[in-house]
């Protein structure tokens, strides 16, 4: 009898955060697609699926949508889904679903035509002085019962067809949800509820009793649409798990300049009211950071801070992507990193478009191509997801050992790594135009050796303070991995590691084995 293979999970073990797809432990190298693409099948044969080939992915993170699933109340088609499956498999990779329900980007844009025409079993939230907006209220229990039904039926569905293959390994509930241009919602059911007591779940937390401003003074707002949230994501979650329980995350579009609850979604899961959440919605398995801000290496901090697995499913889609991966895998035990658009990335750009991505306009804007040509990040990224591809396997051997760690090139020259008998002293090459920035990851393979992977350094080898001894390199290699096997290339013991070991510009990895003498 054929032994089943246990769904995919995640689970911690010394205080890391492992995915486990197939009884195998997994990280996914991934990009998430643009909203659209995956609304039509022959699109995706045409327009996706060539252009990611060359991109090494492993998973591919893709939206499915409420209104083409149930377009009518109670009559689900899921041709689309069952297409898009069937899409992956032929191509060898994983996914990550999105589910678009009630809310998108702060909005209801994704719900079923018979949800939006209904606004008053469907109430919308407001803003102060009832004004009506186009997002449903989180408060709305019609909304969410009709998503929940909705959610559970695709995860049916996907027990059904993908029970065995485990094809897709993991959901996001919703995207990017909260309320824009408003702390809150002001309809008549937000106003009653805002003036009750904050529930003793969220209360205790907290050490406070009292309403939501009495709790939570010029922030209540927020937290309380943080509350609300969570508690309908986790109707909609615990649905779903109950009939097929794949790992379910939520994804937050970040707090940031000018700092107010409305200026980016209100009530969405920023790290700041992730308390909150984690207390409403246990069903969610951890919380995802959609990382555009430049502040890369703070992000990754703030999103593991509070044992919160990181997984990026939205980065950037500039060249720094390339090496953020490294750091992002190295330093922080990344689950998934995944710039958006990725399509995009090794797709020949039309002079013909009216995209913000079409060259012409770009200039005639007088914006820096560099940042934005997607077909300067792709040949980088596939680098980089090909050498870090091909050494999983070490990767997750070293995962939480404190013997992997990685390094990000800000506003300094470079860092020094400190392991057990030797501090790594990583050097910054100075930025250049249309190339990623300095990065990567270090692992000690043993008390002298070290396999180096990233982009755009040099290393030297450095005994630990206070020693007397000097540092000398028995042999430095530079190779690939090719199945978790490393494959040497050149043998660098001249003039290359008596002046500067280095790594260029592209993804690269060394294997150096130091000694020390008197």
Not at 213 to 242: R, T, W
Not at 266 to 293: E, N, Q, R
Not at 301 to 320: H, K
Request: aromatic fraction near 12%; proline fraction near 5%.
């Amino acid at each position: 009898m054929k032994q089943m293979k246990q769904l995919p999970y995640l689970a911690e073990e010394n205080g890391v955060h492992t995915l486990y797809v197939d009884d195998k432990p997994f990280i996914a190298l991934s990009g998430e697609l643009h909203n659209s693409s995956s609304s039509s099948l022959s699109y995706m044969e045409q327009n996706v699926w060539p252009h990611l080939r060359g991109l090494h992915l492993n998973t591919v993170i893709i939206p499915v949508f409420w209104e083409l699933i149930e377009p009518k109340q109670g009559q689900f088609d899921f041709t689309l889904v069952e297409g898009i499956i069937k899409q992956a498999r032929s191509e060898n990779v994983r996914l990550v679903l999105l589910w678009f329900g009630l809310w998108k980007n702060g909005k209801s844009s994704y719900v079923p035509g018979w949800v939006k025409k209904d606004g008053l079993t469907y109430f919308r939230a407001c803003y102060l002085g009832q004004i009506t907006t186009d997002t449903i209220s989180p408060l709305c229990q019609a909304a969410v019962k009709a998503d929940r039904a909705a959610f559970k039926a695709l995860m049916a569905y996907l027990k059904e067809i993908d029970g065995e293959q485990h094809t897709v390994i993991m959901i996001q509930i919703e995207n990017e949800m909260g309320f824009l241009n408003s702390d809150r919602d002001y309809s008549n059911e937000a106003n009653q509820q805002f003036s009750k007591p904050v529930p003793n779940t969220i209360g205790d937390i907290y050490g406070k009793s009292g309403n939501w401003s009495e709790v939570f003074g010029e922030e209540a707002g927020e937290y309380f649409m943080a509350y609300h949230y969570a508690s309908a994501v986790e109707q909609i979650a615990k649905a779903g798990a109950e009939v097929y329980p794949l790992p379910m995350f939520v994804n937050a579009w970040l707090e940031q300049y000018p700092w107010r609850a409305g200026s980016y979604p209100s009530g969405g899961p920023i790290a700041k009211v992730m308390k909150v959440w984690k207390a409403a919605a246990p069903t969610i398995c951890l919380y995802a950071p959609d990382i555009y801000l430049p502040n890369f290496a703070e992000i990754c901090e703030e999103y593991t801070a509070s044992g919160n697995p990181l997984f990026i499913p939205e980065a950037r889609r500039d060249i720094v992507s390339a090496t953020n991966v490294f750091y992002a895998i190295g330093q922080h035990n990344a689950l998934c990193f995944a710039p958006f658009g990725i399509e995009a990335f090794l797709a020949p750009i039309d002079p013909n478009s009216d995209t913000i991505f079409d060259p012409n306009v770009l200039t005639a804007l007088n914006i820096n191509m560099s940042a934005f040509h997607l077909n300067g990040t792709g040949p980088y990224l596939a680098e980089s997801y090909k050498l870090l591809g091909n050494m999983l396997g070490i990767i997750h051997q070293y995962r939480g050992t404190g013997k992997m760690k990685g390094f990000l090139q800000n506003q300094d020259s470079g860092c020094i790594l400190s392991f057990t008998h030797y501090d790594l002293k990583l050097s910054y090459k100075q930025p250049v135009e249309g190339k990623p920035i300095s990065g990567g990851l270090v692992i000690e393979l043993s008390d002298n050796q070290f396999i180096l992977a990233g982009i755009g350094f040099s290393v030297e080898v450095l005994p630990k303070i206070g020693e007397s001894a000097k540092v000398g390199y028995i042999r430095i290699e530079e190779g690939v991995f090719e199945d978790d096997q490393w494959i040497r290339g050149r043998v660098l013991n001249g003039d290359e590691s008596a002046y500067k070991i280095s790594v260029k510009r592209s993804a690269s990895a060394l294997m150096i084995e130091a000694y020390k003498y008197e």
